[in-house]
């Protein structure tokens, strides 16, 4: 059952963009819808959009490399590191699970020590993987696109966010220790 998922993804894979590619245009034709010329308005207003994020993302990727350099992340690995090893989280993937909501280059680029030392087939690299993939950019996102379009009061957003992160990191440990021991 598993090889027919597994083989069924691939194909999926294999022919999605082709299909998309395909697709849009036929559905457009049939619509009476100019493609090409929502294409390129869309694509401007992707560019604005991009422009006025920028000064956000400068602000936030400075933030998080002080935090690192500062030394202010490896205190706080070790002050919570007895609480990871409660729920079967090495602490060696603590570092992802705190920067995975700041950011996700951040957090890829420590996914990526984790698998020069350890591995991709380790344990804590399929378990970096899965946060990585099951987790948000939370502090990233309401930075970032918040600002750009002047939201001062993010009210529930930031802990909706956080909980939801949470939830997708325990979720990552679970099933990363039922499937992978």
Known sequence: MSDFIRNLFEV????????????????????KVKVYENFVEGAKEGFQVATRII???VAILVAIG????SGAMDIFVAIISPLTNLIGMPAEILPVALMRPLSGSGSLGLVTELMKTHGPDSFIGRLAST???ST???????AVYFGSVSVSKARHALPAGLIADCAGLLAAVLICRLVFG
């Open 55 to 57: 000064p956000f993302l």
């Open 66 to 69: 002080m935090f690192r350099a």
């Open 12 to 31: 999926v894979a294999v022919w999605a963009i082709p299909f998309l590619l395909l697709f849009i245009p036929l559905i457009g034709l049939i619509r």
């Open 136 to 142: 948000e950019t939370t502090f990233y996102v309401i």
């Open 131 to 133: 946060m990585y993939g």
